[in-house]
């Protein structure tokens, strides 16, 4: 966790000569116990992560609230970066990571031990998830 944090400090602070320079001072080297000595390590690390669904980018073209001089409203073309959602949900389901934090049953949740004050607090709580799921059930009957 605390190699992490290190990292992720690294990375939003120092660019890759800073890096290096931190990653060889005596005191870095002496008293830290990190998996990485230098910048070219660091990076090495940083590539070894798994990287999760790739993106794809698009140009799109938008329409702006500005007119021209005829009165023509000014387009402009834009990169649109994005993620395949059906490659994000699979990536997300099969980290071991998430799996304790994962729910696929609809649960009811109270606040009370009478069950008088429900709680809806994550999506398989609520009622949608259970009625969905019967929907989706019922259509492959």
């Known amino acids: 966790r605390e190699e992490w ?3 992720k400090w690294l990375v939003k602070n120092l660019g890759q ?6 990653l060889k001072l005596p005191i870095t080297q002496n008293r830290t116990k990190l998996s990485f ?4 390590s660091f990076l090495q690390r940083v590539d070894a992560l798994p990287r999760g669904p790739g993106w794809s980018c698009r140009k799109v073209t938008v329409r702006g609230n500005k007119e021209d001089e005829f009165g023509v409203p000014l387009e402009e073309e834009v990169e649109l970066w994005s993620h395949d959602p059906v490659e994000c949900v699979q990536e997300l389901i099969g980290n071991p990571f998430f799996k304790a934090d994962m729910a696929y049953s609809p649960a009811k949740a109270y606040a009370d031990r009478a069950g008088q004050h429900r709680v809806i607090d994550e999506m398989w709580t609520a009622d949608w998830w259970g009625e969905t799921q019967v929907r989706q059930f019922k259509r492959e009957q």
Request: aromatic content about 8%; cysteine-free; charged content about 40%.
């Open 5 to 7: 944090d290190l990292a």
């Open 17 to 22: 000569t800073r890096t290096d320079e931190f």
């Open 37 to 40: 000595h230098n910048n070219r």
